[in-house]
């Protein structure tokens, strides 16, 4: 497995991302992106958190959609560049700070978004623990990632396994790829099982030509009443 961490790669290729995503050179996300905005949209939030916010694009598109969005990122390059483009709040925070407590800004919030952000294992589901106790009585978490039809795609067993290339089908010239975990469908209702996060919603993305592109899940957090 690659030695690059997940935040050393980012931090190699914060530019270069920037630059592929201001272009729209990426073809999945002309379904991916609409799909999870469409998704937020269906909820009345007031005060959305976007983790793992990257250069802010999916926090300024939902600006609209709430009183107040709030983005959060580990890298300082994608920070500045999202704080360049609009007046939304971004922040510096890193998984492992929110993971060991950190305050988290503008909390509470009642809509929490992860877009194609969760690359860990055992750090995916630390994190989700941490920032459920952040949510409003009725907030909700939602969060697309790749559809674990993937491995199939890829033509691996399919059981959830490290993927050696982060970078590896996109455009750009991105170099130290990272390392990330991908999950089968019982293994993320597992993670969501053990984090007392129930299922309200799951939305397959496809292409025009039906193929399976992402997945994304709408979860509320049932707290244990048990005495």
């Known amino acids: 497995m690659t030695n690059t961490s997940i935040f050393e790669s980012w931090l190699t290729n914060a530019k270069e991302w920037i630059r592929v995503i201001d272009n729209g050179t990426i073809l999945s996300r002309v379904y991916t992106n609409p799909a999870i905005v469409n998704q937020v949209k269906k909820h009345s939030f007031t005060k959305i958190l976007d983790v793992g916010c990257g250069e802010g694009w999916l926090t300024r598109a939902l600006s609209d959609q709430a009183t107040e969005v709030v983005g959060i990122d580990a890298i300082d390059t994608l920070i500045e ?3 360049q483009k609009g007046p939304q709040y971004f922040y510096k925070l890193t998984y492992e700070e929110i993971i060991s407590g950190a305050a988290i800004p503008k909390s509470p919030h009642d809509g929490i978004v992860f877009n ?3 690359y860990q294992k055992e750090e995916v589901q630390d994190l989700l623990n941490a920032l459920k106790r952040i949510l409003t009585p009725n907030g909700k978490i939602i969060i697309q990632t790749l559809h674990p039809y993937f491995l199939k795609h890829q033509e691996a067993t399919y059981s959830s396994q490290w993927i050696e290339d982060s970078w590896k089908g996109l455009p750009g010239t991105f170099k130290d790829p990272h390392a990330w975990y991908a999950r089968t469908l019982e293994d993320w209702i597992e993670v969501f099982n053990n984090c007392s996060l129930s299922i ?26 048990t005495i």
């Open 81 to 83: 560049n999202a704080r």
């Open 116 to 118: 194609f952000s969760l």
């Open 200 to 225: 309200e919603d799951i939305t397959e993305v496809t292409n025009d030509q039906d193929t399976l592109l992402s997945i994304i899940f709408t979860l509320h957090y049932v707290k244990n009443t």
